[in-house]
C-alpha cells in the first residue's frame, strides 16, 4: 500500500527550512501491526532532516518501503554480495531520477522489530533512528571510515535528540547541536 504524505506539519524540529515528501510502502501492513502509526512516525523523522541546517538544499522526495527480512536479504544479496537480511539498506537515486529525488530506503522488519526488543527501544524510535541512517546516506554521509563514522553518527544523535531520542549508542538523550 502507497501512502504519500501530504501533511507538512510542525514537527520534532519546529519550523521545517525545506520539504522532504516521504512515498512511503507498507509491504505487509500486518507485519508492521506493531508501529502504531507508521506513516507519522517516518514523516517526523524526516521533517527532522529536512530541517536540519545544511542537509537538504531544495524541497526534495524520498521512497521509503517497511518490508520484510526476505525482500531485505534478496536486495542485500543482489546489490553489496551479502546473503543475510540487515535492518536497512540505502539506495542514492540513480541516472534519469526526477531532480531533487533522493532515492530509496527499505527496512526489514522482523531484523528491526528483534534489534528494539534487544535494545530495549520502542520500535518506533528504532524505526525512526534507522530512516534517519538511511536519509543521511542518501545525503552522502557514511561510516566505512572511523572519521566519517564519528561525523555521522554524532549528526544522527543530534537529530534524534530533537526526537526526544535518546542516543542509540548510549542510551543517554543528548542536547542537540545544530
Not at 3 to 17: E, I, K, L, Q
Not at 18 to 44: H, I, N, T, Y
Request: proline fraction near 6%; glycine fraction near 6%; aromatic fraction near 4%.
Amino acid at each position: 500500500m502507497t501512502t504519500p504524505s501530504n501533511s507538512r506539519a510542525a514537527s520534532a524540529s519546529g519550523p521545517v527550512s525545506a520539504d522532504l515528501a516521504v512515498d512511503l510502502v507498507v509491504d505487509d501492513e500486518d507485519r508492521w501491526c506493531g508501529l502504531a502509526d507508521a506513516e507519522a512516525a517516518v514523516q517526523a523523522a524526516a521533517d527532522v532532516i529536512a530541517g536540519w541546517p545544511g542537509l537538504l538544499k531544495a524541497p526534495s522526495t524520498v521512497s521509503i518501503a517497511l518490508s520484510s527480512d526476505a525482500a531485505v536479504a534478496a536486495l542485500n544479496s543482489q546489490y553489496r554480495g551479502k546473503a543475510k537480511p540487515t535492518n536497512v539498506l540505502s539506495f542514492p537515486a540513480g541516472r534519469g531520477a526526477p531532480e531533487h529525488f533522493l532515492g530509496d530506503i527499505i527496512l526489514a522488519e522482523e531484523t528491526v522489530a528483534q534489534e528494539a526488543v534487544q535494545q530495549g527501544t520502542p520500535l518506533v524510535h528504532h524505526v525512526q533512528h534507522l530512516v534517519v541512517h538511511g536519509l543521511l546516506h542518501l545525503l552522502g554521509y557514511d561510516h566505512e571510515v572511523p572519521a566519517d563514522a564519528e561525523r555521522m553518527e554524532a549528526l544522527e544523535i543530534s537529530i534524534l535528540a530533537k526526537l526526544d531520542i535518546a542516543s542509540p549508542y548510549t542510551g543517554e538523550l543528548v542536547m542537540p547541536k545544530e
